[in-house]
């Protein structure tokens, strides 16, 4: 079946970090986007669709954009996403893991995926990167309700063999054997990948970190996801734990846990050696901003890192994150860019949000841009979607003020409708 959408396109032809901003995106005032069988195959002006025989759907002014891609979450936080009053290990041990361990229920478990995955649906998020809980059955419940709509999405179990309670406790060789079979079920499996993913090097054992340094090694073309120097306190507690590493990157280095396609989560408080190393294995960076607001944990150096040339994507961090909307993880990421020194163009917001997350996760030849060949996983933004908004874009000179207000003030009001492979989600219209 083809499909015609029509509105205001917007398409990344470069990296805007990279770019001007202008020079860095397509954009047409009176757009369209034709879709085939799940993928975009054309983008251009209204007036040269190169079809006549397709269905027609008219978005007037909305901007239709490539949908976002939140490369770093935890779909179990889900229920405990708000939770007052502490520090990255205090909230841990408080909230998190006394939750994560109602994940051995496979019924619980598949109750939180559905709910997550039409939480964030509904906010504009097309592909996810998520961490569950050490139970198998948390994976296969995320990856049965991603499957059911038809998502691009990727998970992993994670692994904790040390510092956590005694019922979200795995071993070196069970981490291993569990990983090894989800990873053979789910990975490259339609539209799913499987992550190799060990929560942090707090909570494992160097062998526990060497078993899936080995499996890794085993399946390379597969992810590794983990967290790296989030906040001081735990920076100190890796140094105690790990006195013969260099820095907290080194535990991974040292395990076999650093690569190409590892993805680190929130890397706020880096060495200079930690910045190098990663930019020479070519490792990329996921930037939790509203997280890092709200567990305390410190400034990302955006400008600086992407300026050395690091693969930076943008993320929600649920449930330590306080927010499911890659919109507001938006405005957040612009609010600690300013704390930090640096004002990010709203190009660059958006380009985080989607090219960003797709190239951190090795996907941005198939998601992430409103472009021919790629997957139609497609958002629809109503740039007016409340009278402050409204009020305010009214008077935009630019698309860059005419998208700004949302990405400052929008929620999920301003997503008009969101398409996965070219099939509308849920229609506002
Ligand atoms: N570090 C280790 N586990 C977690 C987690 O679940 N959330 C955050 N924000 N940081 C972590
Ligand atoms: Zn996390």
Not at 42 to 53: M, N
């Amino acid at each position: 079946m083809t499909r015609v959408l029509r509105g205001q396109t917007l398409s990344f032809l470069s990296d805007p970090f990279e770019t001007a901003p202008d020079a860095a995106v397509r954009h047409h005032r009176r757009g369209a986007v034709v879709v085939e069988d799940g993928v975009i195959t054309w983008v251009g002006p209204e007036d040269q669709v190169p079809t006549h025989d397709a269905e027609i759907s008219d978005y007037g002014d909305a901007l239709i954009m490539a949908g976002f891609i939140d490369a770093h979450v935890h779909y179990p936080q889900t229920a405990m996403i708000a939770s007052w009053g502490k520090r990255l290990i205090d909230w841990l041990n408080s909230y998190t893991f006394p939750e994560e361990a109602r994940f051995g229920d496979a019924v619980y478990a598949r109750e939180i995926a559905d709910r997550y995955l039409d939480l964030v649906l509904a906010q504009g998020t097309t592909t996810m990167c998520s961490y569950a809980t050490i139970h198998p059955e948390s994976v296969d419940a995320f990856f049965q309700a991603a499957e059911a709509r038809r998502l691009r999405a990727l998970a992993g179990k994670t692994c904790m063999d040390r510092n956590a309670p005694d019922n979200l406790r795995d071993t070196a060789q069970s981490a291993y054997d569990d990983s090894k079979a989800l990873l053979e079920r789910w990975h490259g499996r339609g539209r799913l990948d499987y992550v190799i993913t060990p929560r942090f090097s707090p909570t494992s054992t160097r062998e526990q970190l060497e078993a899936l340094g080995a499996l890794w090694a085993e399946h390379p073309d597969c992810l590794m996801q983990t967290h790296l120097s989030e906040q001081v306190e735990e920076i100190a507690w890796v140094r105690e734990l790990f006195p013969e590493a260099r820095d907290y990157l080194d535990t991974y280095e040292q395990s076999g846990l650093l690569g190409a396609r590892g993805v680190y989560g929130h890397a706020i408080h880096l060495e200079p050696r930690e910045v190098d190393r990663i930019k020479e294995v070519g490792a990329a960076l996921v930037h939790c901003p509203t997280s890092n607001a709200f567990i305390g944990s410190g400034l990302f150096r955006m400008a600086d890192l992407k300026a050395k040339g690091l693969s930076v994507g943008l993320a929600t961090d649920t449930g330590g994150g306080s927010s499911f909307s890659m919109l507001r993880t938006m405005a957040s990421a612009y609010e600690i860019g300013q704390l930090a020194g640096t004002a990010l163009h709203p190009a660059e917001l958006l380009w985080l949000a989607t090219q960003g997350s797709a190239q951190a996760l090795h996907l941005g030849n198939r998601i992430g841009n409103l472009a021919a060949g790629k997957e139609a996983d497609i958002v629809v933004l109503d740039l007016a979607s409340t009278e402050a908004i409204a009020q305010r874009a009214a008077r935009a000179e630019s698309l860059w003020e005419q998208v700004f207000p949302t990405i400052m003030m929008g929620d999920d009001r301003a997503v008009r409708d969101v398409l996965i492979a070219g099939r509308s989600f849920s229609q506002k219209n």
